[in-house]
C-alpha cells in the first residue's frame, strides 16, 4: 500500500492537533473543576444543570425574602414587647394612685408619668425598619400612622392592609399590621356596651354596684332600639324591702324585666337578660342609682391611658364623688388587662411568623443541599481521576509528537 507525503502528513498532523485538544480540553477542565462546561460537553447533563440552577436562583430569592421579612417582623415582636412592659408599668401607676395616701402632688406626679408612657407607647405604635418604612400603618408605611392632636387624642393615618412577603412556594407571611386593630380596636373589658354611672348624690355611701359585662349575647333576637341603642339600668327599694333592678330603653320602654312586673329582685352577680344582651353586675346599689349602658365594644389603648391621668388628676373624693371614682378606676384597670392580653395576644402571633420563616428557610436550606449534591455530582469534576486522564493524554500526545518527528527524518539514503 502506498501512503503519499501528503497524506502521511494530514493523518500525523490531525492526529497530533486532536490530542493536543483533549490535553488543552483537560487543562480547561481541571482549572475550572468542572467536568461539564459547555452543552457540547454533555448536552443531557447541561440541560439538568439549568434547571437546578434556576432553583438555586429561586432559593435563593426566596432566602433573600425570609432575611427580609425577619427584620421587619422583629421590629414587630420588639415593639410589642416594649409595649407590654409599659402597661404593666401602666397598671402599677394606676393601683399606685389609687392609694388615699397620695396627695395632690404625688397623684400629680404619677399622671406625669403616664403622659410620659403615653409618648413611650405612641413611639412604638410608629416603629420602623432599617428602610424607614411604619410598620404598623398597614399598607401606608412612608408616614407615621399615629399622630396626637392638639386635645390628646390619638387619631390613625393608616389603613386595615397587611403587607406579605412570599418565603417560598405557595407560602406568604405578613409582615406589616394595621395598628388600627392592635391600638386603637381593642375589645372593652365590659363587652358590648359601656357604662356610666348616675348616683344618688344624696347617700354618701361608696359601696354601689358596678356593671362587669353587657354584651350582645343572644344576636338572632337583639333588635336596636334607637341610635344609639341606649338602656339604663335602674335601682330602686321595693315594697318589700328588697333592692329592685328595671331596664328601660331609649325609647322608654321597660325591657327588663317584661311588663306587668314592675322591678325584678337584685342579687349580686347575677346576669340579667333582655332584647338578646346579658348585663352582669355585681356589689350593692342605692336606692336611685342607674347606670345607662351605650354601645361601645371597643377602647383605644390611648384613650384608656388619658382616662387614667383625666382620673388621677381629678383628686381624692368624699362619698359619692369617692364611689364615681372607684367606679371609674375598676374599669380603666379593666381596661388595662383587657389590653394587656391583646398585647400579649398579638405578639404570640407575631411570634408564630418568625417560627414559619425559621423553618421555611430550614427547608429551603436542606432543599438546597440536596439538588447542590445532584449538580455537583452532574457538572463537577472528580479531580483524581482528571488528572490521571491528563497525565495519560498528556504522555500520549508527547509521544505521537515524538514518533511523527522521527518518522519525517526517515530517509532511504539513510539505510544506504
Do not use: C
Amino acid at each position: 500500500m502506498r501512503i503519499s507525503t501528503n497524506q502521511f502528513y494530514h493523518r500525523n498532523t490531525t492526529n497530533i492537533i486532536e490530542r493536543q485538544s483533549s490535553v488543552n480540553q483537560s487543562i480547561l477542565n481541571i482549572s475550572e473543576g468542572k467536568r461539564v462546561i459547555t452543552a457540547g460537553d454533555d448536552a443531557v447533563a447541561t440541560n439538568s444543570i439549568l434547571n437546578i440552577r434556576q432553583e438555586q436562583a429561586l432559593l435563593k430569592q426566596y432566602q433573600t425574602n425570609i432575611d427580609f421579612a425577619d427584620s421587619r417582623i422583629n421590629v414587630q415582636e420588639s415593639a410589642m414587647k416594649s409595649a407590654e412592659d409599659v402597661m404593666f408599668r401602666i397598671k402599677d401607676l394606676v393601683l399606685q394612685g389609687n392609694s388615699v395616701s397620695n396627695d395632690d402632688a404625688a397623684r400629680q406626679a404619677i399622671a406625669d408619668e403616664l403622659k410620659e408612657r403615653k409618648e413611650e407607647l405612641l413611639s412604638l405604635a410608629n416603629s420602623r425598619d432599617e428602610s424607614g418604612s411604619y410598620v404598623f400603618g398597614g399598607f401606608q408605611t412612608n408616614n407615621p400612622p399615629f399622630e396626637e392632636q392638639a386635645n390628646s387624642d390619638v387619631v390613625y393615618h393608616g389603613d386595615n392592609g397587611q403587607r406579605e412577603t412570599n418565603i417560598g412556594p405557595g407560602v406568604k407571611v405578613a409582615t406589616s399590621d394595621s395598628g388600627d386593630k392592635i391600638f386603637m380596636e381593642i375589645a372593652s373589658s365590659t363587652g358590648d356596651f359601656r357604662p356610666t354611672y348616675n348616683l344618688n348624690a344624696g347617700i354618701d355611701n361608696i359601696d354601689r354596684a358596678i356593671l362587669t359585662d353587657a354584651s350582645i349575647s343572644d344576636r338572632a333576637n337583639y333588635v336596636p332600639v334607637g341610635t344609639p341603642d341606649d338602656y339604663s339600668i335602674n335601682f330602686a327599694t321595693m315594697a318589700s324591702g328588697e333592692m329592685g333592678v328595671t331596664v328601660i330603653d331609649s325609647a322608654g320602654t321597660q325591657q327588663y324585666p317584661l311588663l306587668p312586673q314592675p322591678a325584678a329582685p337584685y342579687v349580686a352577680g347575677d346576669t340579667i337578660t333582655f332584647n338578646g344582651v346579658s348585663a352582669t353586675l355585681k356589689n350593692t346599689p342605692q336606692d336611685g342609682d342607674s347606670i345607662s349602658i351605650t354601645p361601645e365594644p371597643d377602647v383605644d389603648i390611648f384613650g384608656v391611658i388619658e382616662d387614667a391621668i383625666s382620673w388621677l388628676e381629678s383628686g381624692n373624693g368624699v362619698g359619692v364623688d369617692e364611689a364615681q371614682r372607684q367606679l371609674d378606676v375598676g374599669h380603666i384597670l379593666g381596661d388595662i388587662d383587657q389590653i394587656q392580653i391583646e398585647l400579649g395576644g398579638v405578639r404570640a402571633e407575631i411570634g408564630a411568623r418568625l417560627q414559619i420563616t425559621e423553618s421555611q428557610n430550614n427547608r429551603h436550606e436542606d432543599y438546597n443541599l440536596t439538588i447542590e449534591k445532584s449538580r455537583s455530582a452532574l457538572e463537577d469534576l472528580d479531580m483524581v481521576e482528571a488528572i490521571s486522564v491528563f497525565e495519560q493524554q498528556k504522555l500520549s500526545l508527547q509521544a505521537a509528537q515524538t514518533a511523527f518527528s522521527q518518522v519525517q527524518n526517515m530517509n532511504l539514503l539513510n539505510f544506504l
